[in-house]
């Protein structure tokens, strides 16, 4: 173990449904999965899986290495109890783990065509909306990974942790979920405390107010709102790292993907244990987050593919 890492955000109890009784339409721009109203739908498939952004890049970290701890909250349920068990089978330290007494442990219900892209979650929040933000972390943290966040107070908490860990030499790498970009902001507040800023390309714009543009045209344009470096998947196009002095680029491999889901925490994980382990390389830190990335694209589920430290010597060699 190199490095003590928590994790912020949630942690979900995944259902993968395939079928091929589906279509896809496109309306204004959009694309749609449709199925016949009052249909009865056949399901040639059916996978249980564990998910959620903070679970999925401590694994992910764990794997590779990395002492790893999770501050998350699940249900006094089933589910939870599972989801407890599966971190710990991980090596994911679960002691900083809630239980909500009250609220069931997120479940996601992901309907799939087949295809990689194919694909709506239906989620039920749960636990995580009650998730209890700390105003302080161990002193032995170095770097706090931030997920995607449900509490209505995650603006003010997250002012105070981030202050005390600026205090305390400690690193934040955040990627931020859909209820922090839709408040920019009350984001760009707490952009100065952050040392990586992680969004897809759509996101950038979105946290912009940006029309579309080039993704080498977005990364100056987050420098400025005050954090230190800014990462951007693109897709098919790759990802892209500008800090204070340059911008990298590393392109996507070539395959054929099964699904997409959870590729975007899986680049993140692998890019920030490239980015330790090479002292702050981001050539190296982006190719492991690539590999990383690439692995889970090849299953179904967020975390089967997340590569270990042996995997990763391999694909290295």
């Not at 966040?149 to 205090?167: I, V």
């Not at 952009?191 to 912009?208: C, G, H, M, R, T």
Request: hydrophobic content about 40%; charged content about 15%; glycine content about 10%.
């Amino acid at each position: 173990m190199t490095n003590q890492i928590i994790t912020i955000g949630g942690s979900t109890w995944d259902v993968f449904l395939t079928t091929s009784q589906v279509e896809l339409n496109t309306k204004n721009g959009l694309n749609y999965l449709s199925f016949p109203y009052g249909g009865k739908i056949d399901a040639e498939q059916v996978i249980y899986n564990f998910g959620g952004g903070a679970a999925n890049v401590a694994v992910g970290l764990a794997r590779l290495g990395f002492k790893t701890n999770i501050i998350s909250r699940v249900g006094a349920d089933f589910r939870g109890q599972e989801v407890i068990k599966h971190l710990q089978s991980e090596g994911v330290g679960t002691t900083n783990l809630q239980t909500d007494k009250k609220l069931a442990t997120a479940l996601s219900f992901i309907v799939t065509g087949g295809g990689p892209h194919d694909h709506v979650a239906f989620v039920a929040r749960g636990a995580t909306t009650n998730l209890d933000i700390p105003s302080i972390i161990n002193k032995n943290t170095t770097w706090l990974y931030i997920t995607s966040l449900y509490s209505k107070d995650w603006s003010s908490k997250l002012q105070t942790l981030f202050a005390n860990c600026k205090k305390q030499g400690q690193s934040i790498f955040w990627n931020p979920g859909q209820a922090q970009l839709l408040k920019p902001s009350l984001m760009k507040k707490l952009l100065p405390y952050v040392s990586i800023l992680d969004v897809n390309k759509e996101e950038a714009e979105q946290l912009l107010n940006s029309k579309p543009d080039k993704t080498e045209n977005l990364l100056p344009k987050l420098l400025k709102t005050g954090v230190h470096s800014a990462l951007i998947t693109d897709g098919a196009n790759g990802a892209y790292y500008m800090n204070q002095t340059a911008i990298y680029h590393q392109s996507a491999f070539k395959v054929n993907p099964v699904n997409t889901t959870g590729a975007g925490d899986a680049f993140g994980s692998g890019f920030l244990a490239g980015f330790i382990n090479s002292n702050s390389n981001a050539k190296t830190a982006l190719h492991l987050g690539m590999l990383n990335a690439t692995a889970v694209i090849m299953h179904n589920g967020a975390q089967k593919g997340l590569l270990t430290k042996s995997e990763l010597l391999k694909l290295k060699s």
